[in-house]
C-alpha cells in the first residue's frame, strides 16, 4: 500500500486493487473448546501446556508466540497458526489450499494431532457451535485485548447482553474464498449476508443445554453474536442489494471504519481507545499523539468488525456457521462448510442461481429472518417458505458447482462427498443440533461429549 487511505472511498480503491485474478484458494479456521478430563473448561495453565506440547513435539515446525511472559499462539511455515482465544478455546487457521478436499484433508490430519496432544495431557478437545460448559466455569485467558473487548462489551449494556458468552464459548468454522474481481467481491458479499441466516441454520450446533436456562435453541452461538455489538456484528444492510462493485466496496469500507474503536496496537501495547473514531483519526493522518497512523493501524480496525463476511486484501471471511461436529469422517466433516460456500462462489452459474433465489425475499423480511434462525433454525421462515425449502435448493446448487469444478480440475472428491452428506441430513429435515439433541437424550452428557470430542486419528 503505496499511500495509506484517508477515507472510504480511498480504503474501498485498496480493496479493489487487492483482487486475485490468479487461481482461487481456499482458507479454513476451525474453533474448537478444550475440556479438562471431568468434562470442565480448561484453563490458561492446560491450554498452554498443550501448546507447548504440540511445539515441542513438532521439529521446529510450530513457534511460539508471546504476549509478556504467557505463550498464546503458534505460528506455522505456511501461514498456519493455533491461537488462544479468550475462553480457553483454540482455533487452528490453516494455510491456503487449492481447493476444498485438500484444505480439508490438511486440517483433519493438524486436528487430529492437536486432538491427540490434548489426549496425553488429559484433556478433551471438542467441536461443535458452543463450548459444552456454562459461562460461569470457562475461564478468561490472560490476553490484553480481550480484557479492552470485554469492558467495551460490557460497556453497551442490554446490546452487549451476551459478548462474553460469544467471547468465552462460542465455535465456528470460517471459510476464506479469493475474490477476482470488484465484481466478484461485491457478489460474494450479497451472496454471503442473504445467505447468512441458511448457513447457520444447515449448520446449526449448538443448542442451549449447558447453563441458565433460555429456551431452546438451533444455534446459541448465532445467537449470542445476536447481542454482542451492534456496530460491529452480524450483516451489513446496505450490502444485501445489488449495486456497483464501487458502491458496495465503499459501503464495505465506510461500515468499518464508522465501527467506534475497542484498542489500537501501539508496539506491544494495547491501547483502550474507548469508542473513539478511526475515521477520524484516518482522515487526519495521525493519532493524538501524533503518531502517524499506519497500514498496520487500518487493518486492525478491519480485523475488529465481525461481520457475518468481512474482507481482506483479495479475500472474503466467511463467518456465519457453527463449529464442526466431527462425526464418522472428520476430513469429510470439515468439507462441509467450505465446500457449501466454494460450490456457490466459485462456479458462476451456481452463483447466479443462488443471488437469484436469495433475492427474491425482501430486505426487510430477511433481516426478520436473521432474528428467528439462532431458534428456529431450518423451520424459520423465508418469506412463505421456511429455510429449509431454500437451504435444499442452496446445496443443490453447490453441488451443481462442485461437480463443475471437479470437472475442470478444480475439485476434489471430498467436497462432494460432504455436499452428498449435507444434502442428506436436509432430506431428513436436520441440523447437526438436532442428532446432537437426540445424542444427549439418549446418552446423557457423556454421549454428548463422545460426540463433540475431535478424534485422535490413532
Not at 494455510?95 to 489426549?119: F, T
Not at 433460555?214 to 449470542?224: C, D, K, N, P, T
Request: charged share 20%; aromatic share 6%; hydrophobic share 45%.
Amino acid at each position: 500500500m503505496s499511500t495509506l487511505p484517508r477515507n472510504a472511498s480511498e480504503f474501498a480503491g485498496v480493496l479493489a486493487k487487492s483482487a486475485r485474478a490468479e487461481t482461487p484458494m481456499v482458507g479454513l479456521e476451525v474453533e474448537l473448546g478444550l475440556l479438562d478430563s471431568s468434562g470442565g473448561a480448561a484453563v490458561y495453565d492446560q491450554v498452554s501446556a498443550l501448546l507447548e506440547q504440540i511445539q515441542s513435539e513438532s521439529g521446529g515446525r510450530w513457534t511460539p508466540v508471546f504476549e509478556g511472559e504467557n505463550l498464546v499462539a503458534l505460528t506455522g511455515r505456511n501461514s498456519e497458526s493455533v491461537t488462544l482465544e479468550p475462553g480457553g478455546q483454540v482455533e487452528l487457521s490453516d494455510g491456503p489450499a487449492k481447493n476444498v478436499s485438500l484444505g480439508a484433508a490438511a486440517a483433519a490430519l493438524k486436528l487430529n494431532a492437536l486432538a491427540q496432544a490434548a489426549d496425553s495431557l488429559g484433556l478433551q478437545l471438542v467441536g461443535g457451535g458452543l463450548v459444552p460448559v456454562s459461562h460461569e466455569d470457562a475461564a478468561w485467558m490472560p490476553k490484553a485485548r480481550y480484557g479492552i473487548m470485554r469492558e467495551w462489551f460490557a460497556s453497551l449494556g442490554a446490546e452487549g447482553l451476551l459478548a462474553h458468552t460469544m467471547m468465552k464459548r462460542t465455535l465456528s468454522v470460517q471459510v476464506s474464498l479469493d475474490y477476482a474481481s470488484p465484481a466478484h467481491a461485491e457478489q460474494l458479499l450479497r451472496l454471503a449476508f442473504r445467505a447468512s441466516p441458511i448457513a447457520t441454520a444447515i449448520f446449526a450446533a449448538s443448542p442451549w443445554h449447558f447453563g441458565a436456562d433460555r429456551g431452546e435453541f438451533q444455534s446459541f452461538r448465532a445467537e449470542a453474536w445476536r447481542y454482542t455489538d451492534p456496530s460491529r456484528q452480524g450483516l451489513i444492510p446496505t450490502l444485501l442489494e445489488p449495486q456497483s462493485p464501487e458502491a458496495a466496496l465503499e459501503a464495505y469500507a465506510a461500515h468499518v471504519l464508522a465501527a467506534p474503536m475497542m484498542f489500537r496496537v501501539r508496539g506491544k501495547e494495547h491501547i483502550a481507545m474507548k469508542g473513539a473514531s478511526f475515521a477520524e483519526v484516518l482522515a487526519k493522518g495521525a493519532w493524538p499523539d501524533g503518531e502517524p497512523v499506519s497500514e498496520a493501524d487500518l487493518w486492525s480496525q478491519n480485523g475488529s468488525v465481525f461481520t457475518d463476511a468481512r474482507l481482506k486484501p483479495g479475500i472474503v471471511e466467511l463467518r456465519s456457521t457453527d463449529g464442526v461436529v466431527p462425526g464418522d469422517d472428520l476430513a469429510r466433516s470439515l468439507a462441509e462448510v467450505p465446500a457449501f460456500w466454494a460450490g456457490l462462489a466459485y462456479d458462476d452459474t451456481a452463483r447466479a442461481a443462488a443471488l437469484a433465489r436469495l433475492g427474491a425475499l425482501s430486505t426487510e423480511a430477511l433481516l426478520e429472518t436473521y432474528d428467528e434462525v439462532p431458534r428456529e433454525g431450518l423451520a424459520a421462515e423465508w418469506g412463505s417458505e421456511v429455510i429449509l425449502d431454500v437451504a435444499q435448493d442452496l446445496v443443490g446448487y453447490a453441488i451443481a458447482g462442485i461437480e463443475r469444478l471437479r470437472a475442470a480440475g478444480r475439485e476434489g472428491p471430498l467436497a462432494s462427498e460432504a455436499l452428498a452428506a449435507v444434502a442428506a441430513r436436509l432430506e431428513r429435515e436436520e441440523s447437526p443440533c438436532d442428532i446432537l439433541r437426540d445424542v444427549e437424550a439418549s446418552g446423557g452428557r457423556a454421549a454428548l461429549l463422545d460426540a463433540l470430542r475431535i478424534p485422535t486419528g490413532e
